[in-house]
């Protein structure tokens, strides 16, 4: 099985782009070990964060299904992931002059 190259990057898929992220985690597990299901979902969310920022993920359509993966070229499938984007309304009021 092929190792990363750098530890402290990933490769996702969104959409027909293959994207590499800077992960904010001080390094990823090891491709030959099994992941936990949370590790996986925690990577994917910080893809996700990485789209919607950079990548102009606010204009897409949600929810995304991104694939992890360990190498550029998309040999080695980490996990494929819907993520949903949450959305939290913000108010402000005004008092209207009468």
Same mark, same amino acid.
């Given at each position: ?19 590499? !992220?800077?992960?904010?985690? +001080?390094?990823? /597990?090891?491709?030959?070990?099994? @992941?936990? *299901?949370? #590790?996986?979902?925690? =990577? ?10 950079? !990548?102009?993920?606010?204009? +897409?359509?949600? /929810?995304?299904?991104?694939?992890? @993966?360990? *190498?550029? #070229?998309?040999?080695? =499938? ?15 009021? +005004?008092?209207?002059?009468?």
């Amino acid at each position: 099985m092929e190792k990363m190259p750098d530890k402290q990057h990933i490769w996702y898929g969104a959409g027909s782009k293959t994207y590499l !992220h800077a992960l904010k985690a +001080t390094s990823l /597990p090891d491709p030959d070990d099994d @992941f936990e *299901d949370w #590790e996986l979902e925690s =990577l994917a969310d910080d893809a996700a964060e990485d789209y919607h920022s950079e !990548h102009d993920g606010w204009e +897409t359509a949600w /929810p995304i299904e991104f694939h992890l @993966f360990a *190498d550029k #070229e998309g040999k080695h =499938l980490l996990g494929s992931f819907t993520v949903e984007r949450d959305f939290e309304p913000v108010f402000s009021s +005004t008092k209207v002059k009468t």
